[in-house]
């Protein structure tokens, strides 16, 4: 039997694309070995590399079969665990703040957390003041627009423009649990803490591309909560009192959904080479839910991902 080795090369891809994700989920491998996997990229240069020199050679089948087992290896990688940013501007809190500046909101107010190259937390605090501490030097300075309904902080630069900020900002963000009912955070090339307990939302967003995002809204009641992920890492906490709706999206990410152990979840999962790990939910085509589920008291999602990693962890926190 002749074997095509245009179909041998495809056929090694996805053969190594479907048993790195079943390796982790079946035990055999420890997933935290993976999440650096992405690193290894210059891997498929060099591997693309060695089945050009041995083109035209005895060996051209195995200069393809390595090329395709690594490119396999690193995207089947990606698939099981997501990749694990490290992020850009350092780890989250690893700075000092110092200095701050405060002011008050009205009932009904917006937070809006717009962080780029930097290292962002925000929690709840009481009544209506609102604080915005940075630093780790007086030129780290976030650009703070605050009016009675409405708290925005940008970074120096403005939203999205990585090049020429402060590398390495941090902020610590106190956002007033008495007043605010909207709160919007977007991350790009940075990290965020956000464990928002005593909120009363009616909406949350977050947005965050190339970082390492977490939010709880746990100890929060929330009517929607809408994010994406891109090339990046996002956990999600749920509230424990429920959730009437949402959408979460990942792309080339990881995607963690955090539970309370008693809460009913439906989840509606859509996406492409997606590797999902929903322990606990019984499927319906692409609806899994908690068996007995009741949109009273319970989270609705529906999840959009592709080329990415999304699981539903119960009983723990996303902080």
């Known amino acids: 039997m002749r074997v095509n080795r245009g179909f041998l090369g495809w056929g090694i891809f996805f053969i190594v694309l479907g048993l790195v994700p079943l390796s982790v989920r079946m035990g055999w491998v420890s997933g935290q ?16 590399g060695v089945g050009l020199v041995l083109r035209r050679t005895p060996l051209e089948a195995l200069g393809g079969i390595i090329a395709a087992a690594t490119g396999g290896l690193l995207l089947g990688s990606l698939l099981a665990v997501g ?134 809204f746990g100890g929060s009641t929330v009517g929607r909560i809408d994010g994406e992920v891109n090339v990046g890492s996002l956990r999600v906490g749920l509230p424990a009192t429920g959730l009437a709706g949402g959408r979460l999206g990942a792309n080339l990410s990881s995607l963690v959904i955090c539970a309370p152990a008693q809460l009913p979840v439906r989840i509606y999962a859509y996406g492409s080479l997606v590797s999902w790990d929903l322990p606990g939910l019984t499927r319906d085509g692409s609806m899994y839910e908690t068996p007995g589920f009741t949109a009273a008291g319970g989270a609705t999602l529906r999840v959009d991902a592709n080329l ?12």
């Open 33 to 48: 070995n993976l999440t650096e996997a992405w690193r290894l990229w210059p891997l498929f240069l060099i591997a693309a």
């Open 83 to 216: 990749p694990s940013i490290g992020v850009v501007c350092g780890p989250a809190g690893s700075a000092t703040v110092v200095a701050s500046t405060t002011g008050t909101l009205s009932d009904g107010a917006s937070v809006s957390l717009q962080a780029a190259c930097a290292r962002a937390t925000a929690h709840a605090g009481p009544g209506g003041d609102w604080q915005v501490a940075w630093g780790p030097t007086q030129k780290d300075r976030p650009r703070i627009l605050s009016d009675p309904s409405t708290l925005q902080v940008v970074g120096p630069g403005g939203s999205g423009n990585v090049f020429g900020l402060a590398a390495g900002s941090t902020w610590d963000v106190t956002i007033p649990a008495g007043v605010t009912r909207t709160v919007v955070m977007e991350v790009d090339a940075g990290s965020a803490r956000a464990p928002l307990d005593g909120l009363a939302l009616d909406a949350a967003t977050v947005q965050t591309n190339a970082s390492d995002v977490r939010v709880d």
């Open 308 to 319: 990415s990693s999304v699981r539903l962890e119960w009983g723990g926190t996303c902080r």
